[in-house]
């Protein structure tokens, strides 16, 4: 499979779903939720069905433990939760390194979250702090007045400024399709990944789906994020 000068899509599979919503969980400040994806995608024994390759990624490979070299990749995972909505899990170990990327993927994601049901989506953010946040507060944005009302109900503070990168993105080109959903900003320090970061936003990811989720093994996400991405407490990536 060759790349283009956008994208390539490869997929694997054309899932059933049941009013999935679609849960961004791409690298970003704290890695946040990056952590929670792979968690999602590991705890939900998610499947993996669409890869998505592009020449806007970091030119960069990335090298597992065993010296095997893992391409620059966003992946989309599917799982079936048994609660009013399936999942649909982006998870991947980069952003579009440029504008123009950024918009050519974020496009590309919702097109085929779309194609498969999806109305609704959430995104997640580390908000930088200064210094470390003893209990890192949640803050929230959303696309319209009655998603912010309920993701506001559940304990999250609306936050005024900008969300770079994937996680604001998506959900302002959802807005534009007429789809809904919030994003979840958490604060952290945002030099490392941040797993008290990442798991104030699972169990806030879990209070707004009405969908129980262990955070039990987070540490090994944590830990697995490092590995994948080459971290030894390197600082967060800029989007």
Known sequence: MGISNVSVEAFFERPMLRKPVLVEGLPGIGFVANIVGLHLVKELKAKIFCEIHSQFFQAIAFTTGKGYVR???????????????DLIILYGNTQASTVRGQYELSSKILDIAEMNGCRTIVTIGGLKRSSPPSTPRVFCTATDKETLKKVISLGASPFQGRVYGAAGLLLGLARLRG???YCILVETLGLYPDALAAKVALDFLSKSLSLPLNPSNLDRAVELTRRLLGMSGEESPKY
Do not use: F, M, R, W
């Open 179 to 181: 789809l809904s959903g």
């Open 71 to 85: 391409p620059p990749v966003n992946e989309l995972y599917y799982a079936k939760t048994g609660a009013d909505s």
